[in-house]
């Protein structure tokens, strides 16, 4: 089984759109999100509306828990608040529920998805350092094989066994017996990798690999959109850069 993992979309339908196309090319089995559809972006509404009845699951990302008033304002620097607010003002009660709704974390078969990291999922712990890494080690017998995560907008990959983690390069791997990993696959609609391309991931849970994709979309047309809605300049101006 193939599954399309997508992350941190944040109303970036552009980006979305060409990501989805890409997918479909792919032989996708099943699709997962890893969370925050909202923030920053100007779509909202409408990555919601694409999102939801494709995939199988979306986990509750930060900026979705803030829209949908699970978590405090006050986690956000001024300029994010302000679009969280604005992001809230586009979505209607039935999107608002949705986004309420959605689990903190899931399990599959010797596979955990969750947006941060996994031992706190409520926290929105952040795994993209080795320090945090190694901060699974000690859960060694609790981890499942692999353990996907969004949130950073960076990929990353980490390799944990008995006391010990090693951080791999980002590219596509199978995973070793014996082995867990950690891995965090990227961001959809706002990467921060200085890579201003759309990034996405396919599991191949027969063959236990993960592979990483890049797309170029109509960066243009999701910055204008943002620059029109009114949301700070910053976040349209970063898609550029990737950064």
């Known amino acids: 089984m193939r599954i399309g993992l997508l992350s941190d979309i944040h109303g970036n339908i552009q980006a979305l759109e060409t990501v989805l196309d890409t997918m479909a090319k792919l032989r996708i089995d099943r699709?997962?999100?890893?969370?925050?559809?909202?923030?920053?972006?100007?779509?909202?509404?409408e990555v919601i509306e694409r999102i939801r009845p494709l995939v199988d699951f979306t986990i509750m990302g930060n900026h979705d828990a803030a829209v949908a008033d699970q978590i405090e304002f006050a986690y956000y620097y001024q300029d994010a608040k302000d679009a969280l607010l604005w992001t809230r003002e586009q979505l209607d009660k039935d999107d608002l529920d949705y986004?309420?709704?959605?689990?903190?974390?899931?399990y599959g078969e010797n596979v955990c998805f969750t947006h941060g990291e996994p031992v706190n999922p409520e926290a929105f712990g952040y795994l993209y350092k080795p320090e945090q890494a190694l901060a699974l080690v000690p859960e060694y017998d609790t981890l499942k094989q692999a353990t996907f995560v969004g949130h950073s907008h960076l990929r990353r990959i980490y390799e944990i066994s008995r006391g010990n983690m090693v951080e791999l390069p980002c590219e596509n791997i199978?995973?070793?017996?014996?082995?867990?990993?950690a891995i965090a696959i990227g961001s959809v609609g706002q990467p921060r990798d200085?890579?201003?391309?759309?990034?996405?991931?396919?599991?191949?849970?027969d063959?236990?690999?993960?592979?990483?994709?890049?797309v170029d979309y109509d960066i243009d047309a999701a910055a204008d959109s943002i620059m029109k809605a009114g949301l700070p300049a910053f976040f349209a101006n970063r898609l550029y850069s990737g950064s």
């Open 207 to 214: 063959a236990k690999r993960i592979e990483f994709y890049r």
């Open 194 to 205: 200085n890579d201003p391309r759309a990034c996405f991931a396919v599991y191949e849970t």
């Open 174 to 181: 199978t995973f070793r017996d014996g082995h867990k990993y």
């Open 31 to 45: 699709y997962v999100c890893l969370g925050d559809l909202v923030g920053y972006g100007a779509n909202p509404k």
């Open 99 to 106: 986004l309420a709704s959605l689990p903190y974390i899931r």
